[in-house]
């Protein structure tokens, strides 16, 4: 399972940060629970570009708008037996909404 954020500035601030504590590599291994790649890995990341958070991830694009999803939202929670075919047809916008989303 992929760290939270906060976790990997945990390991970060446990063994890099000037108020941190300094821990070796397996003394943060064992206070974040997690494997000594895991933890390797972060580090690498972390004087490479300073960032911690996730990267981008491959995969389909969204296909609705924020705006969109907010009518989706609206009209399922004032009909609740609505299939999402009536949805799509209610909104309208060519949009084609999967049977089994």
């Not at 590599?25 to 997690?34: G, N, T």
């Not at 972060?42 to 300073?50: A, E, L």
């Not at 969204?62 to 999803?69: E, F, G, L, S």
Request: charge should be positive.
């Amino acid at each position: 399972m992929a760290l939270q954020v906060y976790q990997r500035y945990e390991i970060v601030f446990l063994s890099q940060h000037p108020l941190g504590p300094k821990l070796s590599h397996m003394a943060v291994v064992k206070a974040v629970h997690c494997d000594k790649k895991t933890v390797k890995r972060w580090f690498k990341r972390w004087k490479q570009s300073k960032d911690l958070s996730d990267a981008p991830r491959s995969g389909r694009s969204r296909v609705t708008t924020p705006k969109q999803d907010q009518k989706i939202v609206a009209l399922a929670e004032q009909q609740t037996f609505v299939s999402s075919q009536d949805i799509a047809n209610q909104l309208n916008n060519n949009i084609h909404v999967e049977l089994e989303t």
